[in-house]
């Protein structure tokens, strides 16, 4: 655990929390409900322990509870009140910022109940879409002011996988659509595949086959694919730019190879926009989200 960020900036915790600098200053003068250290330049900054408090507090005062009442508070109470609502409420907010305490905590079991309370009362489709989503957009912006670190992204990230992974699972494999499959992978050296295992599912569900290839897949490894004479539709998602940004190149080489064919390549991601100007000899289809492109399938 040595490499795990422990000291935080109050800009680190507005990042996180969403509560500006200038609140949390209030809170923690007037309320002394942080305390934060001094580096030997007099620099301040915060320990693990204040963020997770932060964000408890956070929780209580967004479900009507003052900040004059979480003060007078113990830690352990705001801790165990926070854990109380989150079990018996776990819809939208407060569910995304029990799963950043989770994230930050390295709490399984506080992610596993807030999912299964999220269960209770909506469909997983609902969970992926309506609260997943909006907190891994989240967990981007923490990445671009780098207060997070990877030790937190994998730890949430695979936790979100193995429930979708999960789901997909417990889906009926009754391929309705046999005259199409859906050939899913990610370009080399890129290694976030959430919205393309979710992406899988919905494909799933929808009685569509599909072949998942994974993570970082160079385009010489589909050569197998390319080559056969049944149709395929080939999915990618781009969180990074493939080939050391050449993104352009990597899309003229697929666009080379796929018009000879019947087949079609389906690409998601904001990347897309670098080459939405192309003027492709293929069928090459751009999205910029997952949920783009499930509102025409």
């Given at each position: 655990m040595n490499n795990i960020k422990q000291n935080f900036t109050i800009r680190d915790l507005e990042n996180i929390s969403g509560i500006k600098s200038h609140t949390i200053r209030i809170w923690e003068k007037r309320y002394n409900l942080l305390k934060p250290k001094r580096t030997?330049?007099?620099?301040?900054?915060?320990?693990?322990?204040?963020?997770?408090?932060?964000?408890?507090?956070?929780l209580l005062n967004n479900n009507n509870i003052?900040?004059?009442?979480?003060?007078?508070?113990?830690?352990?109470?705001?801790?165990?009140?926070?854990?109380?609502?989150?079990?018996?409420?776990?819809?939208?907010?407060?569910?995304i910022n029990?799963?950043?305490?989770?994230?930050?905590?390295?709490?399984?079991?506080?992610?596993?109940?807030?999912?299964?309370?999220?269960?209770?009362?909506?469909?997983?489709?609902?969970?992926?879409?309506?609260?997943?989503?909006?907190?891994?957009?989240?967990?981007?912006?923490?990445?671009?002011?780098?207060?997070?670190?990877?030790?937190?992204?994998?730890?949430?990230?695979?936790l979100i996988a193995q429930k979708i992974q999960i789901n997909t699972e417990k889906l009926q494999y009754t391929v309705t659509n046999p005259k199409k499959t859906y050939v899913l992978f990610l370009p080399e050296n890129e290694i976030h595949e959430l919205g393309l295992l979710y992406l899988n599912y919905e494909l799933v569900l929808r009685g569509n086959h599909t072949i998942y290839l994974g993570q970082s897949l160079p385009l010489y490894n589909l050569s197998y694919f390319f080559e056969t004479e049944r149709e395929l539709s080939f999915v990618t998602?781009?969180?990074?730019?493939?080939?050391?940004?050449?993104?352009?190149?990597?899309?003229?080489?697929?666009?080379?190879?796929?018009?000879?064919?019947?087949?079609?390549?389906?690409?998601?991601?904001k990347k897309t926009a670098d080459v939405k100007e192309l003027d492709f000899k293929s069928n090459i289809y751009l999205y910029e989200s997952v949920k783009d492109l499930l509102n025409v399938l």
């Open positions: 030997e330049t007099n620099i301040r900054y915060y320990s693990h322990q204040n963020l997770t408090k932060l964000l408890n507090i956070v003052k900040i004059s009442k979480i003060a007078e508070m113990s830690d352990e109470a705001i801790t165990d009140a926070s854990r109380d609502l989150a079990f018996s409420h776990a819809v939208n907010d407060e569910a029990s799963f950043k305490l989770s994230m930050f905590q390295f709490d399984k079991s506080l992610f596993n109940e807030t999912y299964n309370k999220l269960l209770h009362k909506i469909t997983f489709r609902d969970i992926f879409k309506d609260v997943f989503i909006p907190f891994l957009e989240q967990i981007g912006m923490l990445w671009h002011t780098d207060t997070l670190l990877p030790a937190h992204e994998h730890f949430i990230s695979n998602s781009m969180t990074i730019r493939p080939y050391n940004d050449k993104i352009v190149d990597y899309f003229n080489e697929i666009d080379d190879i796929l018009k000879q064919s019947k087949h079609n390549l389906i690409a998601i991601g």
